[in-house]
């Protein structure tokens, strides 16, 4: 499947503490991308790693890619109760496809 | 990076009607994708809409369910035809933005009652 699958599926913490998404995936891929819904709206983009880079940051988040593993990881520091919502792993696979793929997504809240 | 406008935003309907669902991008796109997301589900992609040609389906989407339409490069529409209560679901379109990441519309959720 190319489909990623974050992990944990649901992640509730206290405000200001971290938060750690993981995602597997079984492909080769182009890049992967990790994306935020809230309450079942339209998705927002939030931060893009190529399959070259190794870490990227934007923010108060942090994405890891290890392409030997097959797996990226999502850090949000100092979290605020605004980042309650469903994040999403989606794979771009390698070969042309501009086909975006998603994963399973994973639940986080973030309790004031 | 591109704005796309989506509408309707939500709507009840009738099981065996049909419902468009359209999606206008403030910029020339080559290709625009139509994603459904059933309730409490991922997004699963149904099919890719190229301007002067035949959309793509993914499997398990057809043509006479899903019929679309891409008249000209920053519109497109989708059709959801002879609704049951399992297509109740969020629709979105979306279009790529070069090493950027996509955009989203912002959703049609539909309700077949």
């Known amino acids: 499947s190319q489909q990623g699958e974050e992990d944990p599926q649901a992640l509730s913490i206290q405000e200001g503490e971290n938060a750690t998404m993981n995602c597997s995936y079984k492909?080769?891929?182009?890049?992967l991308q990790w994306y935020r819904q809230n309450s079942g709206r339209g998705l927002v983009h939030l931060i893009l790693i190529r399959s070259n880079e190794r870490e990227k940051h934007s923010g108060r988040l942090r994405v890891t890619l290890d392409t030997s593993k097959k797996s990226s990881s999502l850090l949000i520091t100092a979290s605020r109760a605004a980042d309650t919502a469903s994040y999403f792993c989606a794979l771009l696979s390698q070969g042309g496809s501009e086909k975006l793929v998603f994963g399973k997504g994973m639940k986080l809240t973030v309790n004031p | 990076s591109a704005v796309i406008s989506q509408k309707p935003s939500r709507d009840i309907c009738q099981r065996g009607t049909s419902l468009t669902i359209q999606c206008q991008v403030d910029?020339?796109?080559?290709?625009m994708f139509w994603y459904r997301q059933q309730p409490g589900q991922s997004l699963t992609l149904i099919a890719t809409?190229?301007?002067?040609?035949?959309?793509?389906?993914e499997s398990g989407f057809v043509i006479d369910k899903f019929p679309i339409s891409r008249p000209n490069l920053t519109f497109s529409t989708l059709t959801v035809s002879n609704m049951s209560p399992e297509d109740s679901s969020i629709y979105l379109c979306s279009v790529a933005r070069t090493g950027a990441g996509y955009t989203f519309g912002s959703g049609t959720r539909l309700t077949v009652v």
């Open positions: 492909t080769s891929i182009n890049n």
């Open positions: 910029s020339q796109v080559t290709m």
């Open positions: 809409a190229n301007q002067g040609s035949e959309a793509t389906y």
